[in-house]
């Protein structure tokens, strides 16, 4: 055990074959792979050991010996610490490079499928897209302040953090006097977190408390509010508690462009990061499903609505199912106020047994899915897709879109036809991407 130890914080030089899935730079030290921070795919380094693991070493990069091309300076002054971004000094095509090699690499290595044609990657704005996110918050004996910002890379710690190029700069520009707004309150200690989210005519605040705040403190974020041109809500207690503090009334919704259609949503909603994205990604479905007049399409883990409206503007019949009632029932009152007849929602939790569920044994044409990191395997098993031609499978994590392409192609009779990576996290080493399968 003490010889394991002391090897721990050795420093040594090592040439960087590759990236990682999280965006560290992998060599190979003693036949032994060695991920290390803040190095480049060619470059030799000189890096620090941080820590040692049966198959593999951790270490962080202390000076670049030979730097790769693709390398440039990082945009924020907290690169390194705050983990929100891990990708920064990698020029932002190779990024998305990387991610499309990440996913075609997943998808052969897990899944054991090839798609027959590669997509060309989804990318806009690389900064200041950030529009829903959540800072933690953290009074600081030993500074003697509040900290507002990201995890730090070792995550028992927030970042602190003066400004973020990443968030909207509505909300990013304004990190030090939110935190000298928090720094000022009575109850200080007791607000864990800040949830920011941006519509189009509408940025908002969530300020979590975990006590009743006094009415000084009342005052000075209804003043914050009302100076900084930020809606603020609260949230005493669960996603049921939330209430705007001020204005009354805050008008939070978004535009999906060349389609005429607005979403509404609530503060803790759920919406796509990216709004550049998210309209090119809409774009992307609906061109790969190609749903038809007379198509029955039924859209998995609908959320607000976002896929779903959309295609009601070209399908016959759409079909959306959540498992959040909430969203469940935005959703609709969304289908309302866009005029769309031809769509109805369905709140089920995807996760678990749905043979009472009327829509599954409705018929569908098409398929889109939208599923969480874990994948859409329960759901997948379960549903009758005999009579579906095509399916869309928009994935946030690649590994679980690999393992269900692996199942659908093997198991259920379909052809990989295209897959593609979209730079939904722009500086991130988050790999957003989208498939498309043919009976």
Not at 60 to 71: H, Y
Not at 169 to 195: C, F, H, M, W
Not at 425 to 430: K, S
Request: glycine share 10%; with cysteine.
């Amino acid at each position: 055990m003490a010889r394991s130890r002391s090897k721990i914080h050795q420093v040594f030089e090592l040439p960087i074959d590759g990236l990682t899935h999280d965006g560290r730079g992998v060599g190979r030290r003693e036949g032994k792979a060695v991920f290390v921070a803040g190095a480049l795919a060619g470059e030799i380094v000189r890096a620090e050991q941080t820590g040692r693991n049966r198959h593999y070493d951790e270490a962080r990069t202390l000076e670049v010996v030979q730097a790769s091309p693709d390398r440039v300076p990082p945009r924020c002054p907290h690169f390194g610490t705050c983990a929100g971004c891990v990708l920064q000094h990698l020029e932002e095509s190779r990024q998305i490079e990387a991610k499309q090699q990440a996913l075609l690499e997943n998808l052969q290595r897990i899944g054991h499928v090839a798609a027959e044609r590669t997509l060309a990657p989804l990318v806009d704005a690389a900064w200041g897209y950030r529009r829903k996110g959540r800072f933690s918050v953290r009074y600081v004996e030993k500074k003697g302040k509040v900290l507002v910002g990201f995890r730090e890379t070792d995550p028992r710690y927030v970042a602190d953090l003066s400004v973020c190029h990443t968030v909207v700069p509505e909300i990013g520009l304004r990190i030090q006097e939110i935190a000298a707004l928090v720094d000022s309150l009575d109850g200080k200690r007791t607000l864990p977190q800040i949830e920011f989210i941006a519509g189009d005519d509408a940025v908002a605040l969530v300020f979590r408390h975990l006590e009743p705040l006094s009415a000084d403190d009342l005052a000075r974020l209804t003043a914050f509010a009302k100076s900084s041109g930020l809606a603020v809500f609260l949230q005493p207690g669960g996603v049921d508690t939330v209430h705007a503090l001020w204005p009354d009334e805050v008008p939070l919704a978004f535009s999906i462009q060349g389609h005429g259609l607005t979403l509404a949503f609530r503060p803790l909603d759920f919406i796509q990061v990216n709004a550049g994205i998210n309209g090119k990604m809409i774009d992307s479905a609906l061109d790969l499903l190609d749903p038809l007049p007379g198509d029955r399409v039924l859209d998995l883990f609908c959320g607000l609505g976002n896929f779903t409206l959309p295609l009601a503007g070209r399908a016959g019949q759409v079909v959306g199912v959540e498992g959040d009632a909430g969203l469940v029932a935005r959703a609709r009152d969304n289908a309302v106020r866009n005029g769309l007849a031809n769509v109805q929602f369905h709140a089920a939790d995807l996760a678990k047994d749905l043979s009472d569920e009327p829509w599954m044994r409705a018929g569908f044409d098409k398929l889109l899915l939208d599923p969480p990191r874990a994948g859409a395997a329960e759901v997948l098993a379960q549903l009758p897709l005999d009579g579906i031609r095509r399916i869309v499978y928009v994935s946030c994590h690649p590994a679980s879109l690999a393992r269900d392409a692996g199942f659908l192609v093997r198991e259920r009779g379909y052809t990989l036809k295209a897959a593609g990576a979209m730079d939904m996290f722009p500086q991130t080493a988050h790999v957003e991407s989208i498939a498309l399968f043919e009976k």
